[in-house]
């Protein structure tokens, strides 16, 4: 591969020798790539990436351009994320959909979370190491076209969590002072607040995230005692619980949703430290990912729960009119006009959560290949917001419904995925391996990546494990059905993993042998 050309050069043809020579240079200088390819529009661009707008999209970040050392934002970025207003509604609906007692509620939430946490930590090793965005990592176990399906799965969930993300925020503003502010309207005001740090950044998202936390975690100590003094009744739950085969059930399905929570964030994890030093140790990222998820996720998911089992009629009529953003609403009622404002920064909590939903769409429509990659991020990070805010808008009265399912198949893809990646990285990709680590030049090269064969089939195998192992309120599976009472049990994640987990290495194998990539 030839030196990156001079983009300052008269004749640019002769100095783009090759595609790759492009995505050499665009490593290097991604601000003076975007800018050649827009002709007019080129000094407009050039001014806005001056002003601090970030020019990189998927594009891999050289070694020597690794400007950050701070590996503590793996923790504070992740702990702002999810000590949020809508972590909360996770853990209303252990008791709200499933009928789980506390005791129960909890152990789901701090089981099924630690596996997910675990999965998605992991995920996040592969930044720093690679430089590379997490749906362009995949190209090296699925090839180019199933790191595209992935690209493409990833935008529907970023996407899904946006709108359940704008429509709580937009909800609990519209609570504040009902029948003042339209649910419409608090919408779209969450919306463009997510917009503008995720417009200018990857450096503004880190800025954000690295303080948001301190705010939100006095709010959930709030909530934890204004909740405690409204009388919390660990054993109001016990009545209505199911026994046997359907307790277990229940606690399968409620627990997919924990798992999907953590999860979730896997398909993003390495979109935020992939500026960092390629030797920070894998394990110093990993545990301070895996806190990071763990104890704000668990603790405010447990704040849900329990939140659920205040008897006071007051505060189940706030439910029942007002899903969670009403008993919230409730719940900071006795602080009169302070209440009001907490309510406020609650709502307003939603942007840190939100965010890497925005900035991280905007990546995997740039992961879907060339043509898009060549259009500036920031774009693609305002069509998502589009998308999202309208999406809201219109699913704005099915809130629990539209989050219990989305949740749920989101954590069947996310298992398969992180299986893949993972038997990829240790098996085939370890140091005495067959394929001996990443050629990692070879990021946007299909030629020198795998064919994906195999990882589309062990995709294929698991997408199967989750349709016979699912149970929602559309479709329960055949093992579904077994494994639970009346409605069946959710194994849809459990088998999506095992399928995959089973048939990929052989798969690879074969691959490796026959094609030699």
Same mark, same amino acid.
């Given at each position: 591969?030839?030196?990156?050309?001079?983009?300052?050069?008269?004749?640019?043809?002769?100095?783009?020798?090759?595609?790759?020579?492009?995505?050499?240079?665009?490593?290097?200088?991604?601000?003076?790539?975007?800018?050649?390819?827009?002709?007019?529009?080129?000094?407009?661009?050039?001014?806005?990436?001056?002003?601090?707008?970030?020019?990189?999209?998927?594009?891999?970040?050289?070694?020597?351009?690794?400007?950050?050392?701070?590996?503590?934002?793996?923790?504070?970025?992740?702990?702002?994320?999810?000590?949020?207003?809508?972590?909360?509604?996770?853990?209303?609906?252990?008791?709200?959909?499933?009928?789980?007692?506390?005791?129960?509620?909890?152990?789901?939430?701090?089981?099924?979370?630690?596996?997910?946490?675990?999965?998605?930590?992991? %995920?996040?090793?592969?930044?720093?190491?690679?430089?590379?965005?997490?749906?362009?990592?995949?190209?090296?176990?699925?090839?180019?076209?199933?790191?595209?399906?992935?690209?493409?799965?990833?935008?529907?969930?970023?996407?899904?969590?946006?709108?359940?993300?704008?429509?709580?925020?937009?909800?609990?503003?519209?609570?504040?002072?009902?029948?003042?502010?339209?649910?419409?309207?608090?919408?779209?005001?969450?919306?463009?607040?997510?917009?503008?740090?995720?417009?200018?950044?990857?450096?503004?998202?880190?800025?954000?995230?690295?303080?948001?936390?301190?705010?939100?975690?006095?709010?959930?100590?709030?909530?934890?005692?204004?909740?405690?003094?409204?009388?919390?009744?660990?054993?109001?739950?016990?009545?209505?619980?199911?026994?046997?085969?359907?307790?277990?059930?229940?606690?399968?399905?409620?627990?997919?949703?924990?798992?999907?929570?953590?999860?979730?964030?896997?398909?993003?994890?390495?979109?935020?430290?992939?500026?960092?030093? @390629?030797?920070?140790?894998?394990?110093?990222?990993?545990?301070?990912?895996?806190?990071?998820?763990?104890?704000?996720?668990?603790?405010?998911?447990?704040?849900?729960?329990?939140?659920?089992?205040?008897?006071?009629?007051?505060?189940?009529?706030?439910? @029942?009119?007002?899903?969670?953003?009403?008993?919230?609403?409730?719940?900071?009622?006795?602080?009169?006009?302070?209440?009001?404002?907490?309510?406020?920064?609650?709502?307003?909590?939603? %942007?840190?959560?939100?965010?890497?939903?925005?900035?991280?769409?905007?990546?995997?429509?740039?992961?879907?290949?060339?043509?898009?990659?060549?259009?500036?991020?920031?774009?693609?990070?305002?069509?998502?917001?589009?998308?999202?805010?309208?999406?809201?808008?219109?699913?704005?009265?099915?809130?629990?419904?539209?989050?219990?399912?989305?949740?749920?198949?989101?954590?069947?893809?996310?298992?398969?995925?992180?299986?893949?990646?993972?038997?990829?990285?240790?098996?085939?990709?370890?140091?005495?391996?067959?394929?001996?680590?990443?050629?990692?030049?070879?990021?946007?090269?299909?030629?020198?990546?795998?064919?994906?064969?195999?990882?589309?089939?062990?995709?294929?195998?698991?997408?199967?494990?989750?349709?016979?192992?699912?149970?929602?309120?559309?479709?329960?599976?055949?093992?579904?059905?077994?494994?639970?009472?009346?409605?069946?049990?959710?194994?849809?994640?459990?088998?999506?993993?095992?399928?995959?987990?089973?048939?990929?290495?052989?798969?690879?194998?074969?691959?490796?042998?026959?094609?030699?990539?």
């Amino acid at each position: 591969m030839s030196a990156p050309p001079d983009y300052y050069t008269e004749d640019k043809e002769k100095a783009l020798s090759s595609v790759e020579d492009e995505v050499v240079y665009a490593e290097v200088a991604p601000d003076r790539v975007i800018a050649s390819r827009f002709g007019t529009l080129g000094p407009l661009l050039s001014r806005l990436f001056a002003s601090g707008v970030e020019a990189r999209g998927v594009e891999r970040v050289p070694e020597n351009q690794r400007e950050s050392k701070n590996a503590w934002n793996n923790l504070l970025m992740w702990w702002s994320v999810n000590t949020v207003l809508t972590t909360i509604p996770v853990g209303v609906l252990a008791q709200s959909i499933y009928t789980l007692s506390f005791g129960n509620a909890v152990a789901t939430i701090l089981c099924f979370g630690a596996l997910g946490g675990v999965a998605t930590a992991f %995920i996040a090793t592969l930044g720093p190491i690679t430089g590379l965005r997490t749906m362009i990592i995949t190209r090296f176990s699925s090839g180019y076209c199933g790191g595209t399906i992935y690209s493409v799965l990833n935008i529907l969930t970023q996407l899904g969590f946006s709108t359940t993300a704008v429509i709580l925020g937009g909800q609990t503003l519209a609570n504040i002072n009902p029948g003042t502010l339209p649910l419409v309207v608090g919408i779209v005001i969450i919306g463009v607040c997510c917009l503008i740090p995720c417009f200018i950044g990857y450096n503004m998202v880190h800025v954000y995230e690295r303080y948001a936390w301190m705010v939100t975690s006095v709010i959930m100590l709030f909530l934890w005692g204004l909740g405690g003094k409204a009388g919390y009744d660990i054993n109001a739950q016990k009545p209505f619980e199911d026994t046997g085969r359907a307790l277990s059930a229940d606690i399968l399905s409620f627990g997919g949703i924990v798992f999907g929570s953590f999860s979730g964030w896997a398909p993003v994890a390495a979109d935020y430290n992939c500026r960092l030093p @390629a030797d920070t140790p894998a394990m110093r990222v990993f545990l301070l990912t895996f806190f990071g998820l763990f104890i704000p996720i668990c603790f405010v998911e447990i704040l849900g729960a329990a939140l659920m089992t205040i008897t006071d009629p007051a505060y189940i009529n706030a439910f @029942a009119d007002g899903s969670t953003g009403g008993l919230i609403a409730q719940v900071l009622s006795p602080w009169g006009h302070f209440g009001q404002f907490i309510l406020v920064l609650l709502a307003l909590s939603v %942007i840190a959560n939100n965010i890497p939903n925005t900035y991280s769409t905007g990546l995997s429509i740039q992961a879907l290949g060339r043509p898009f990659a060549i259009i500036p991020r920031f774009f693609w990070v305002f069509i998502a917001f589009v998308v999202y805010t309208v999406a809201g808008v219109a699913g704005r009265e099915h809130f629990s419904v539209i989050l219990s399912n989305f949740l749920s198949i989101l954590s069947y893809w996310t298992a398969f995925f992180i299986v893949i990646v993972a038997e990829e990285h240790f098996i085939f990709r370890r140091k005495n391996g067959p394929l001996g680590g990443y050629n990692l030049d070879a990021y946007d090269t299909p030629s020198k990546l795998p064919l994906g064969i195999a990882g589309i089939l062990a995709m294929c195998f698991g997408i199967a494990g989750a349709v016979v192992g699912m149970s929602e309120v559309w479709y329960t599976g055949p093992l579904g059905k077994m494994a639970g009472a009346a409605y069946g049990a959710d194994l849809g994640f459990e088998l999506a993993a095992a399928f995959s987990a089973v048939t990929y290495p052989p798969l690879r194998a074969l691959e490796i042998k026959l094609i030699g990539r």
